[in-house]
């Protein structure tokens, strides 16, 4: 896809979003929610062990306030958007124009992920600076190696949601497939808990699977808990996911785009 045939589809992705952007006020105050909830959870677990998971409460506070304002970002909803396309024949008119159908949904959760970005991102993370003691990042260098593993966990929710919406192709239904994909990205990512209270077998596993890369790798960054040897490693492996799952979902959606009938004018 040229430059200018993204930053379209992002566009279109980006003024879709406008249409729901009540949902996205409201969607602040969820999110304060979510954080208010976990703030009182954590608060009593380290009355009890200080020390626990080998962080420090102002830590873990800022773990649990970064993950819910990341993941605010690279959140979207481009499976659902495509299994409905896919329902409704809408398909056709994207497998008509002159880029991969891929490349487009890809762009659209960029878009969304832009729209996110001001209107439930910034917002969430000035009430929540506010409200919370969320620390700084342990320096510049290691927020500028945040922001690099925070846009690869843009792309790699949206390359796992490419291939979830893709078998929307084969079946009635994806709405199961949805649930238990949301479910595990909310744990593996390490938005509910930290990977690192995971038990030894599953945490090693784990680690080479590329949930963990969408939200515990940044948020480890932003608090310096990886050493750059380490951070360079999380690197190499989030980005080699990128590359698989986007390889994977074009060959995939070629796959399954052969038992494709539309009827109707």
């Known amino acids: 896809m040229s430059p200018a045939a993204l930053v379209e589809f992002s566009r279109i992705g980006f003024l879709n979003m406008l249409a729901f952007r009540l949902r996205y006020y409201?969607?602040?105050?969820?999110?304060?929610?979510?954080?208010?909830?976990?703030?009182?959870?954590?608060?009593?677990?380290?009355?009890?062990?200080?020390?626990?998971?080998?962080?420090?409460?102002?830590?873990m506070v800022t773990?649990?306030?970064?993950?819910?304002?990341?993941?605010?970002?690279?959140?979207?909803?481009i499976d659902t958007q495509m299994a409905a396309d896919i329902l409704e024949g809408k398909i056709s008119m994207v497998m008509l124009k002159p880029v991969s159908v891929q490349?487009?949904?890809?762009?659209?959760?960029?878009?969304e992920s832009a729209f996110r970005l001001v209107m439930l991102t910034a917002p969430n993370a000035l009430v929540i600076g506010l409200v919370?003691?969320?620390?700084?990042?342990?320096?510049?260098?290691?927020?500028?190696?945040?922001?690099?593993?925070?846009?690869?966990?843009?792309?790699?929710?949206?390359?796992l949601n490419f291939i979830v919406g893709s078998c929307a192709v084969s079946l009635k239904s994806i709405l199961g497939l949805l649930?238990?994909?949301?479910?595990?990205?909310?744990?593996?990512?390490?938005?509910?808990v930290p990977v690192t209270l995971f038990p030894s077998p599953a945490r090693e596993i784990s680690a080479w699977l590329p949930f963990e890369h969408i939200g515990f790798t940044p948020m480890m960054i932003y608090l310096?808990?990886?050493?750059?040897?380490?951070?360079?490693?999380?690197?190499?492996?989030?980005?080699?996911?990128?590359?698989?799952?986007?390889?994977?979902?074009?060959?995939f959606w070629r796959l399954l785009s052969r038992r494709i009938t539309i009827h109707g004018g």
């Open 63 to 77: 773990y649990v306030a970064v993950g819910w304002i990341i993941r605010s970002l690279y959140f979207n909803n």
């Open 103 to 111: 490349s487009s949904y890809i762009a659209r959760a960029l878009g």
């Open 132 to 159: 919370f003691p969320v620390q700084p990042p342990a320096s510049a260098a290691h927020f500028g190696a945040f922001l690099i593993s925070l846009a690869g966990s843009v792309l790699l929710v949206g390359a």
């Open 26 to 59: 409201t969607g602040v105050f969820t999110y304060f929610i979510n954080v208010t909830v976990y703030y009182f959870i954590w608060k009593a677990v380290y009355t009890a062990d200080p020390a626990y998971a080998g962080l420090s409460f102002p830590q």
């Open 224 to 251: 310096g808990r990886l050493s750059w040897p380490e951070i360079g490693r999380a690197f190499l492996l989030e980005w080699a996911w990128i590359a698989f799952l986007l390889a994977f979902g074009a060959w």
């Open 179 to 192: 649930r238990a994909k949301f479910w595990m990205q909310e744990l593996l990512s390490g938005l509910l």
